[in-house]
């Protein structure tokens, strides 16, 4: 018996317009001009990289003269080399190079969401209902959706609940069943490839194989402890979904560095240094994220209406989770966003239940009112918000939508653009020292044909060490003693050129050095290029 179809989704053409309702509102909001975003940049020229090299990706690291020893794990090297592709095929044409990248983001965002939806829908029974809540959830996303492997993750995760949930669903159709439980592994193969959040996958997998052995466990004990605890369904479920997830595990070592492939969460979620200064690591303002605080509401009062247990302890255990990882790392709100729309949708399926005969049938059109309202507020109001005020830029996702279509695919001022061209037309020689903030448009621009950056973003790759350093230098630190570490480590990396913003401590340090003089400002005053006046020869001080 499947216990997440209830009843069959009526009406299929209200159902398949609210299911394309919430495929183009995440495709809006995923179908704009990039910010201030740093990584679409460097992940493009890592894809050159590798597109370049024959699809393998480099051993070590190429972009930064400072990392130039440093293994170079790239978990997400088959997403880049696919990202320039997209953007070498239509650099050259009316779309262009970056639009195309973009365009293919929006794509995936918009699959990401029908698939919940349409798992939203299977659970509820009710396409109404799995649209206002799979809106919610794309709201609760638009924030962390920028053009990087990320979104592929997303839509992998869509995907694999997709199958969990069928594999559950249909356990005694045996064929079926195991259909799904082996493309999983298949599966797996490609996202260990495409982006470190493979580990998604695995964790959900096991989710599912805890959830069902608690399930038989409890039943077991309600009835009395009759017969072998081993033989009843549940536990069978929880042997596949553990052998399913065996098998996923093997899976994630067929890439180009095997086991070694973990050590990138250490690195990352291991750093205190970095989980204290990466803003998308850090918690989510509540305060800020209403579709947040709207997510937790709605499981409270619904829950609370509908007055019934979830099918299996895994939805629990799903649910707990994520909504731990949402509310420690602001990263993660799409992940939750993703996993919760069907448990919640299942829970309103409850309260629909609950309702008086002559209630139920203005329920549907209720809520596909709701739906379709919901979507145009999203869309059309500023900040893609319909309950959000607005906030830095006044425009609307669909203001950014026509302004992408109007070819602007990122806002220029928010990159050194001006400085990078005056390096390119000038033979100014030495290293170069640049802000992280900055530093893929830099690598985009300059790396490593004219100069590498002296450090950059991938934190997953070395850590915070030259991220230290490098805020030393331009917040111009000293020692206890009262020696510029500032100056001590620019004197260490032989640098010859500093690229960094007016409102940055080093800039009056330079000036007063004597040994350093302004070369160029741009156009808004806001990018400097500092030169030294008596250059070092890389490699003969330090």
């Given at each position: 018996m499947n216990r997440f179809s209830t009843t069959p989704v009526p009406g299929w053409l209200l159902a398949l317009s609210l299911l394309l309702l919430v495929a183009l509102v995440a495709f809006c909001y995923g179908f704009t001009p990039m910010g201030d975003?740093?990584?679409?940049?460097?992940?493009?020229?890592?894809?050159?990289?590798?597109?370049?090299?024959?699809?393998?990706?480099?051993?070590?690291?190429?972009?930064?003269?400072?990392?130039?020893?440093?293994?170079?794990?790239?978990?997400?090297?088959?997403?880049?080399w696919a990202m320039y592709g997209v953007y070498s095929l239509f650099e050259d044409r009316q779309l262009g190079g970056f639009r195309a990248v973009i365009l293919a983001k929006a794509l995936v965002l918009a699959a990401a969401f029908l698939l919940v939806c349409h798992l939203s829908a299977r659970r509820a029974g009710d396409a109404a209902v799995a649209a206002v809540v799979s809106l919610i959830a794309v709201g609760l996303s638009r924030?962390?959706?920028?053009?990087?492997?990320?979104?592929?993750?997303?839509?992998?995760?869509?995907?694999?609940?997709?199958?969990?949930?069928?594999?559950?669903?249909?356990?005694?159709?045996?064929?079926?069943?195991?259909?799904?439980?082996?493309?999983?592994?298949a599966l797996m193969v490609l996202w260990a490839n495409l982006h470190g959040g493979f580990a998604v996958g695995l964790v959900l997998v096991f989710l599912f194989a805890a959830g069902c052995a608690i399930d038989g466990l409890l039943q077991w004990l309600?009835?009395?402890?009759?017969?072998?605890?081993?033989?009843?369904?549940?536990?069978?479920?929880a042997r596949g979904f553990g052998l399913c997830g065996a098998a996923c595990l093997v899976a994630t070592l067929f890439n180009p560095y095997g086991f070694k492939i973990y050590g990138m969460f250490?690195?990352?979620?291991?750093?205190?240094?970095?989980?204290?200064?990466?803003?998308?690591?850090?918690?989510?303002?509540?305060?800020?994220?209403?579709?947040?605080?709207?997510?937790?509401?709605?499981?409270?009062?619904?829950?609370?209406?509908?007055?019934?247990?979830?099918?299996?302890?895994?939805?629990?255990?799903?649910?707990?989770?994520?909504?731990?990882?949402?509310?420690?790392?602001a990263r993660h709100l799409p992940l939750f966003a993703?996993?919760?729309?069907?448990?919640?949708?299942?829970?309103?399926?409850?309260?629909?239940?609950?309702?008086?005969?002559?209630?139920?049938?203005?329920?549907?059109?209720?809520?596909?009112?709701?739906?379709?309202?919901?979507?145009?507020?999203?869309?059309?109001?500023?900040?893609?918000?319909w309950y959000w005020p607005p906030l830095g830029r006044n425009q609307s996702a669909l203001e950014k939508n026509v302004a992408l279509l109007q070819g602007r695919a990122y806002y220029p001022e928010g990159f050194p653009e001006e400085v990078c061209d005056y390096l390119l037309a000038h033979d100014l020689p030495g290293r170069l020292f640049n802000e992280v903030n900055f530093a893929g448009y830099l690598i985009w621009r300059?790396?490593?044909?004219?100069?590498?950056?002296?450090?950059?973003?991938?934190?997953d790759i070395f850590g915070s060490q030259f991220w230290e350093q490098a805020e030393q230098i331009q917040n111009g630190a000293t020692s206890q003693a009262g020696d510029p570490v500032w100056r001590e480590l620019l004197d260490k990396w032989d640098v010859n050129l500093v690229i960094i913003d007016k409102f940055k401590p080093l800039n009056g340090l330079l000036q007063q050095s004597g040994q350093w003089k302004l070369a160029f400002v741009d156009s808004r005053g806001y990018f400097r290029l500092w030169v030294r006046n008596a250059p070092r020869e890389t490699g003969k001080h330090g």
């Open positions: 975003e740093n990584d679409l940049w460097w992940h493009l020229k890592a894809g050159k990289i590798i597109a370049d090299n024959g699809g393998f990706p480099p051993q070590r690291d190429v972009f930064a003269y400072t990392s130039a020893d440093v293994e170079w794990r790239n978990h997400e090297w088959l997403a880049e924030f962390t959706v920028p053009p990087r492997p990320p979104v592929i993750t997303y839509a992998f995760t869509a995907l694999w609940l997709v199958l969990l949930y069928g594999a559950y669903g249909r356990y005694r159709q045996i064929g079926q069943r195991w259909a799904r439980m082996a493309a999983l592994p309600a009835e009395g402890r009759q017969g072998r605890l081993w033989d009843y369904d549940a536990i069978d479920m250490s690195r990352v979620m291991g750093d205190a240094n970095l989980l204290g200064a990466i803003s998308e690591l850090q918690p989510p303002p509540l305060g800020v994220n209403r579709e947040l605080e709207l997510m937790i509401l709605a499981f409270i009062v619904v829950g609370s209406l509908a007055c019934r247990r979830l099918p299996t302890a895994a939805d629990y255990l799903i649910l707990l989770f994520f909504l731990h990882q949402a509310l420690f790392h993703v996993t919760a729309a069907p448990i919640l949708a299942w829970q309103a399926r409850g309260v629909y239940d609950t309702l008086p005969a002559s209630w139920r049938r203005l329920w549907r059109p209720a809520m596909a009112v709701l739906a379709v309202t919901m979507a145009i507020g999203m869309v059309a109001l500023p900040r893609a918000g300059l790396s490593p044909e004219k100069y590498q950056v002296f450090t950059d973003n991938r934190f």
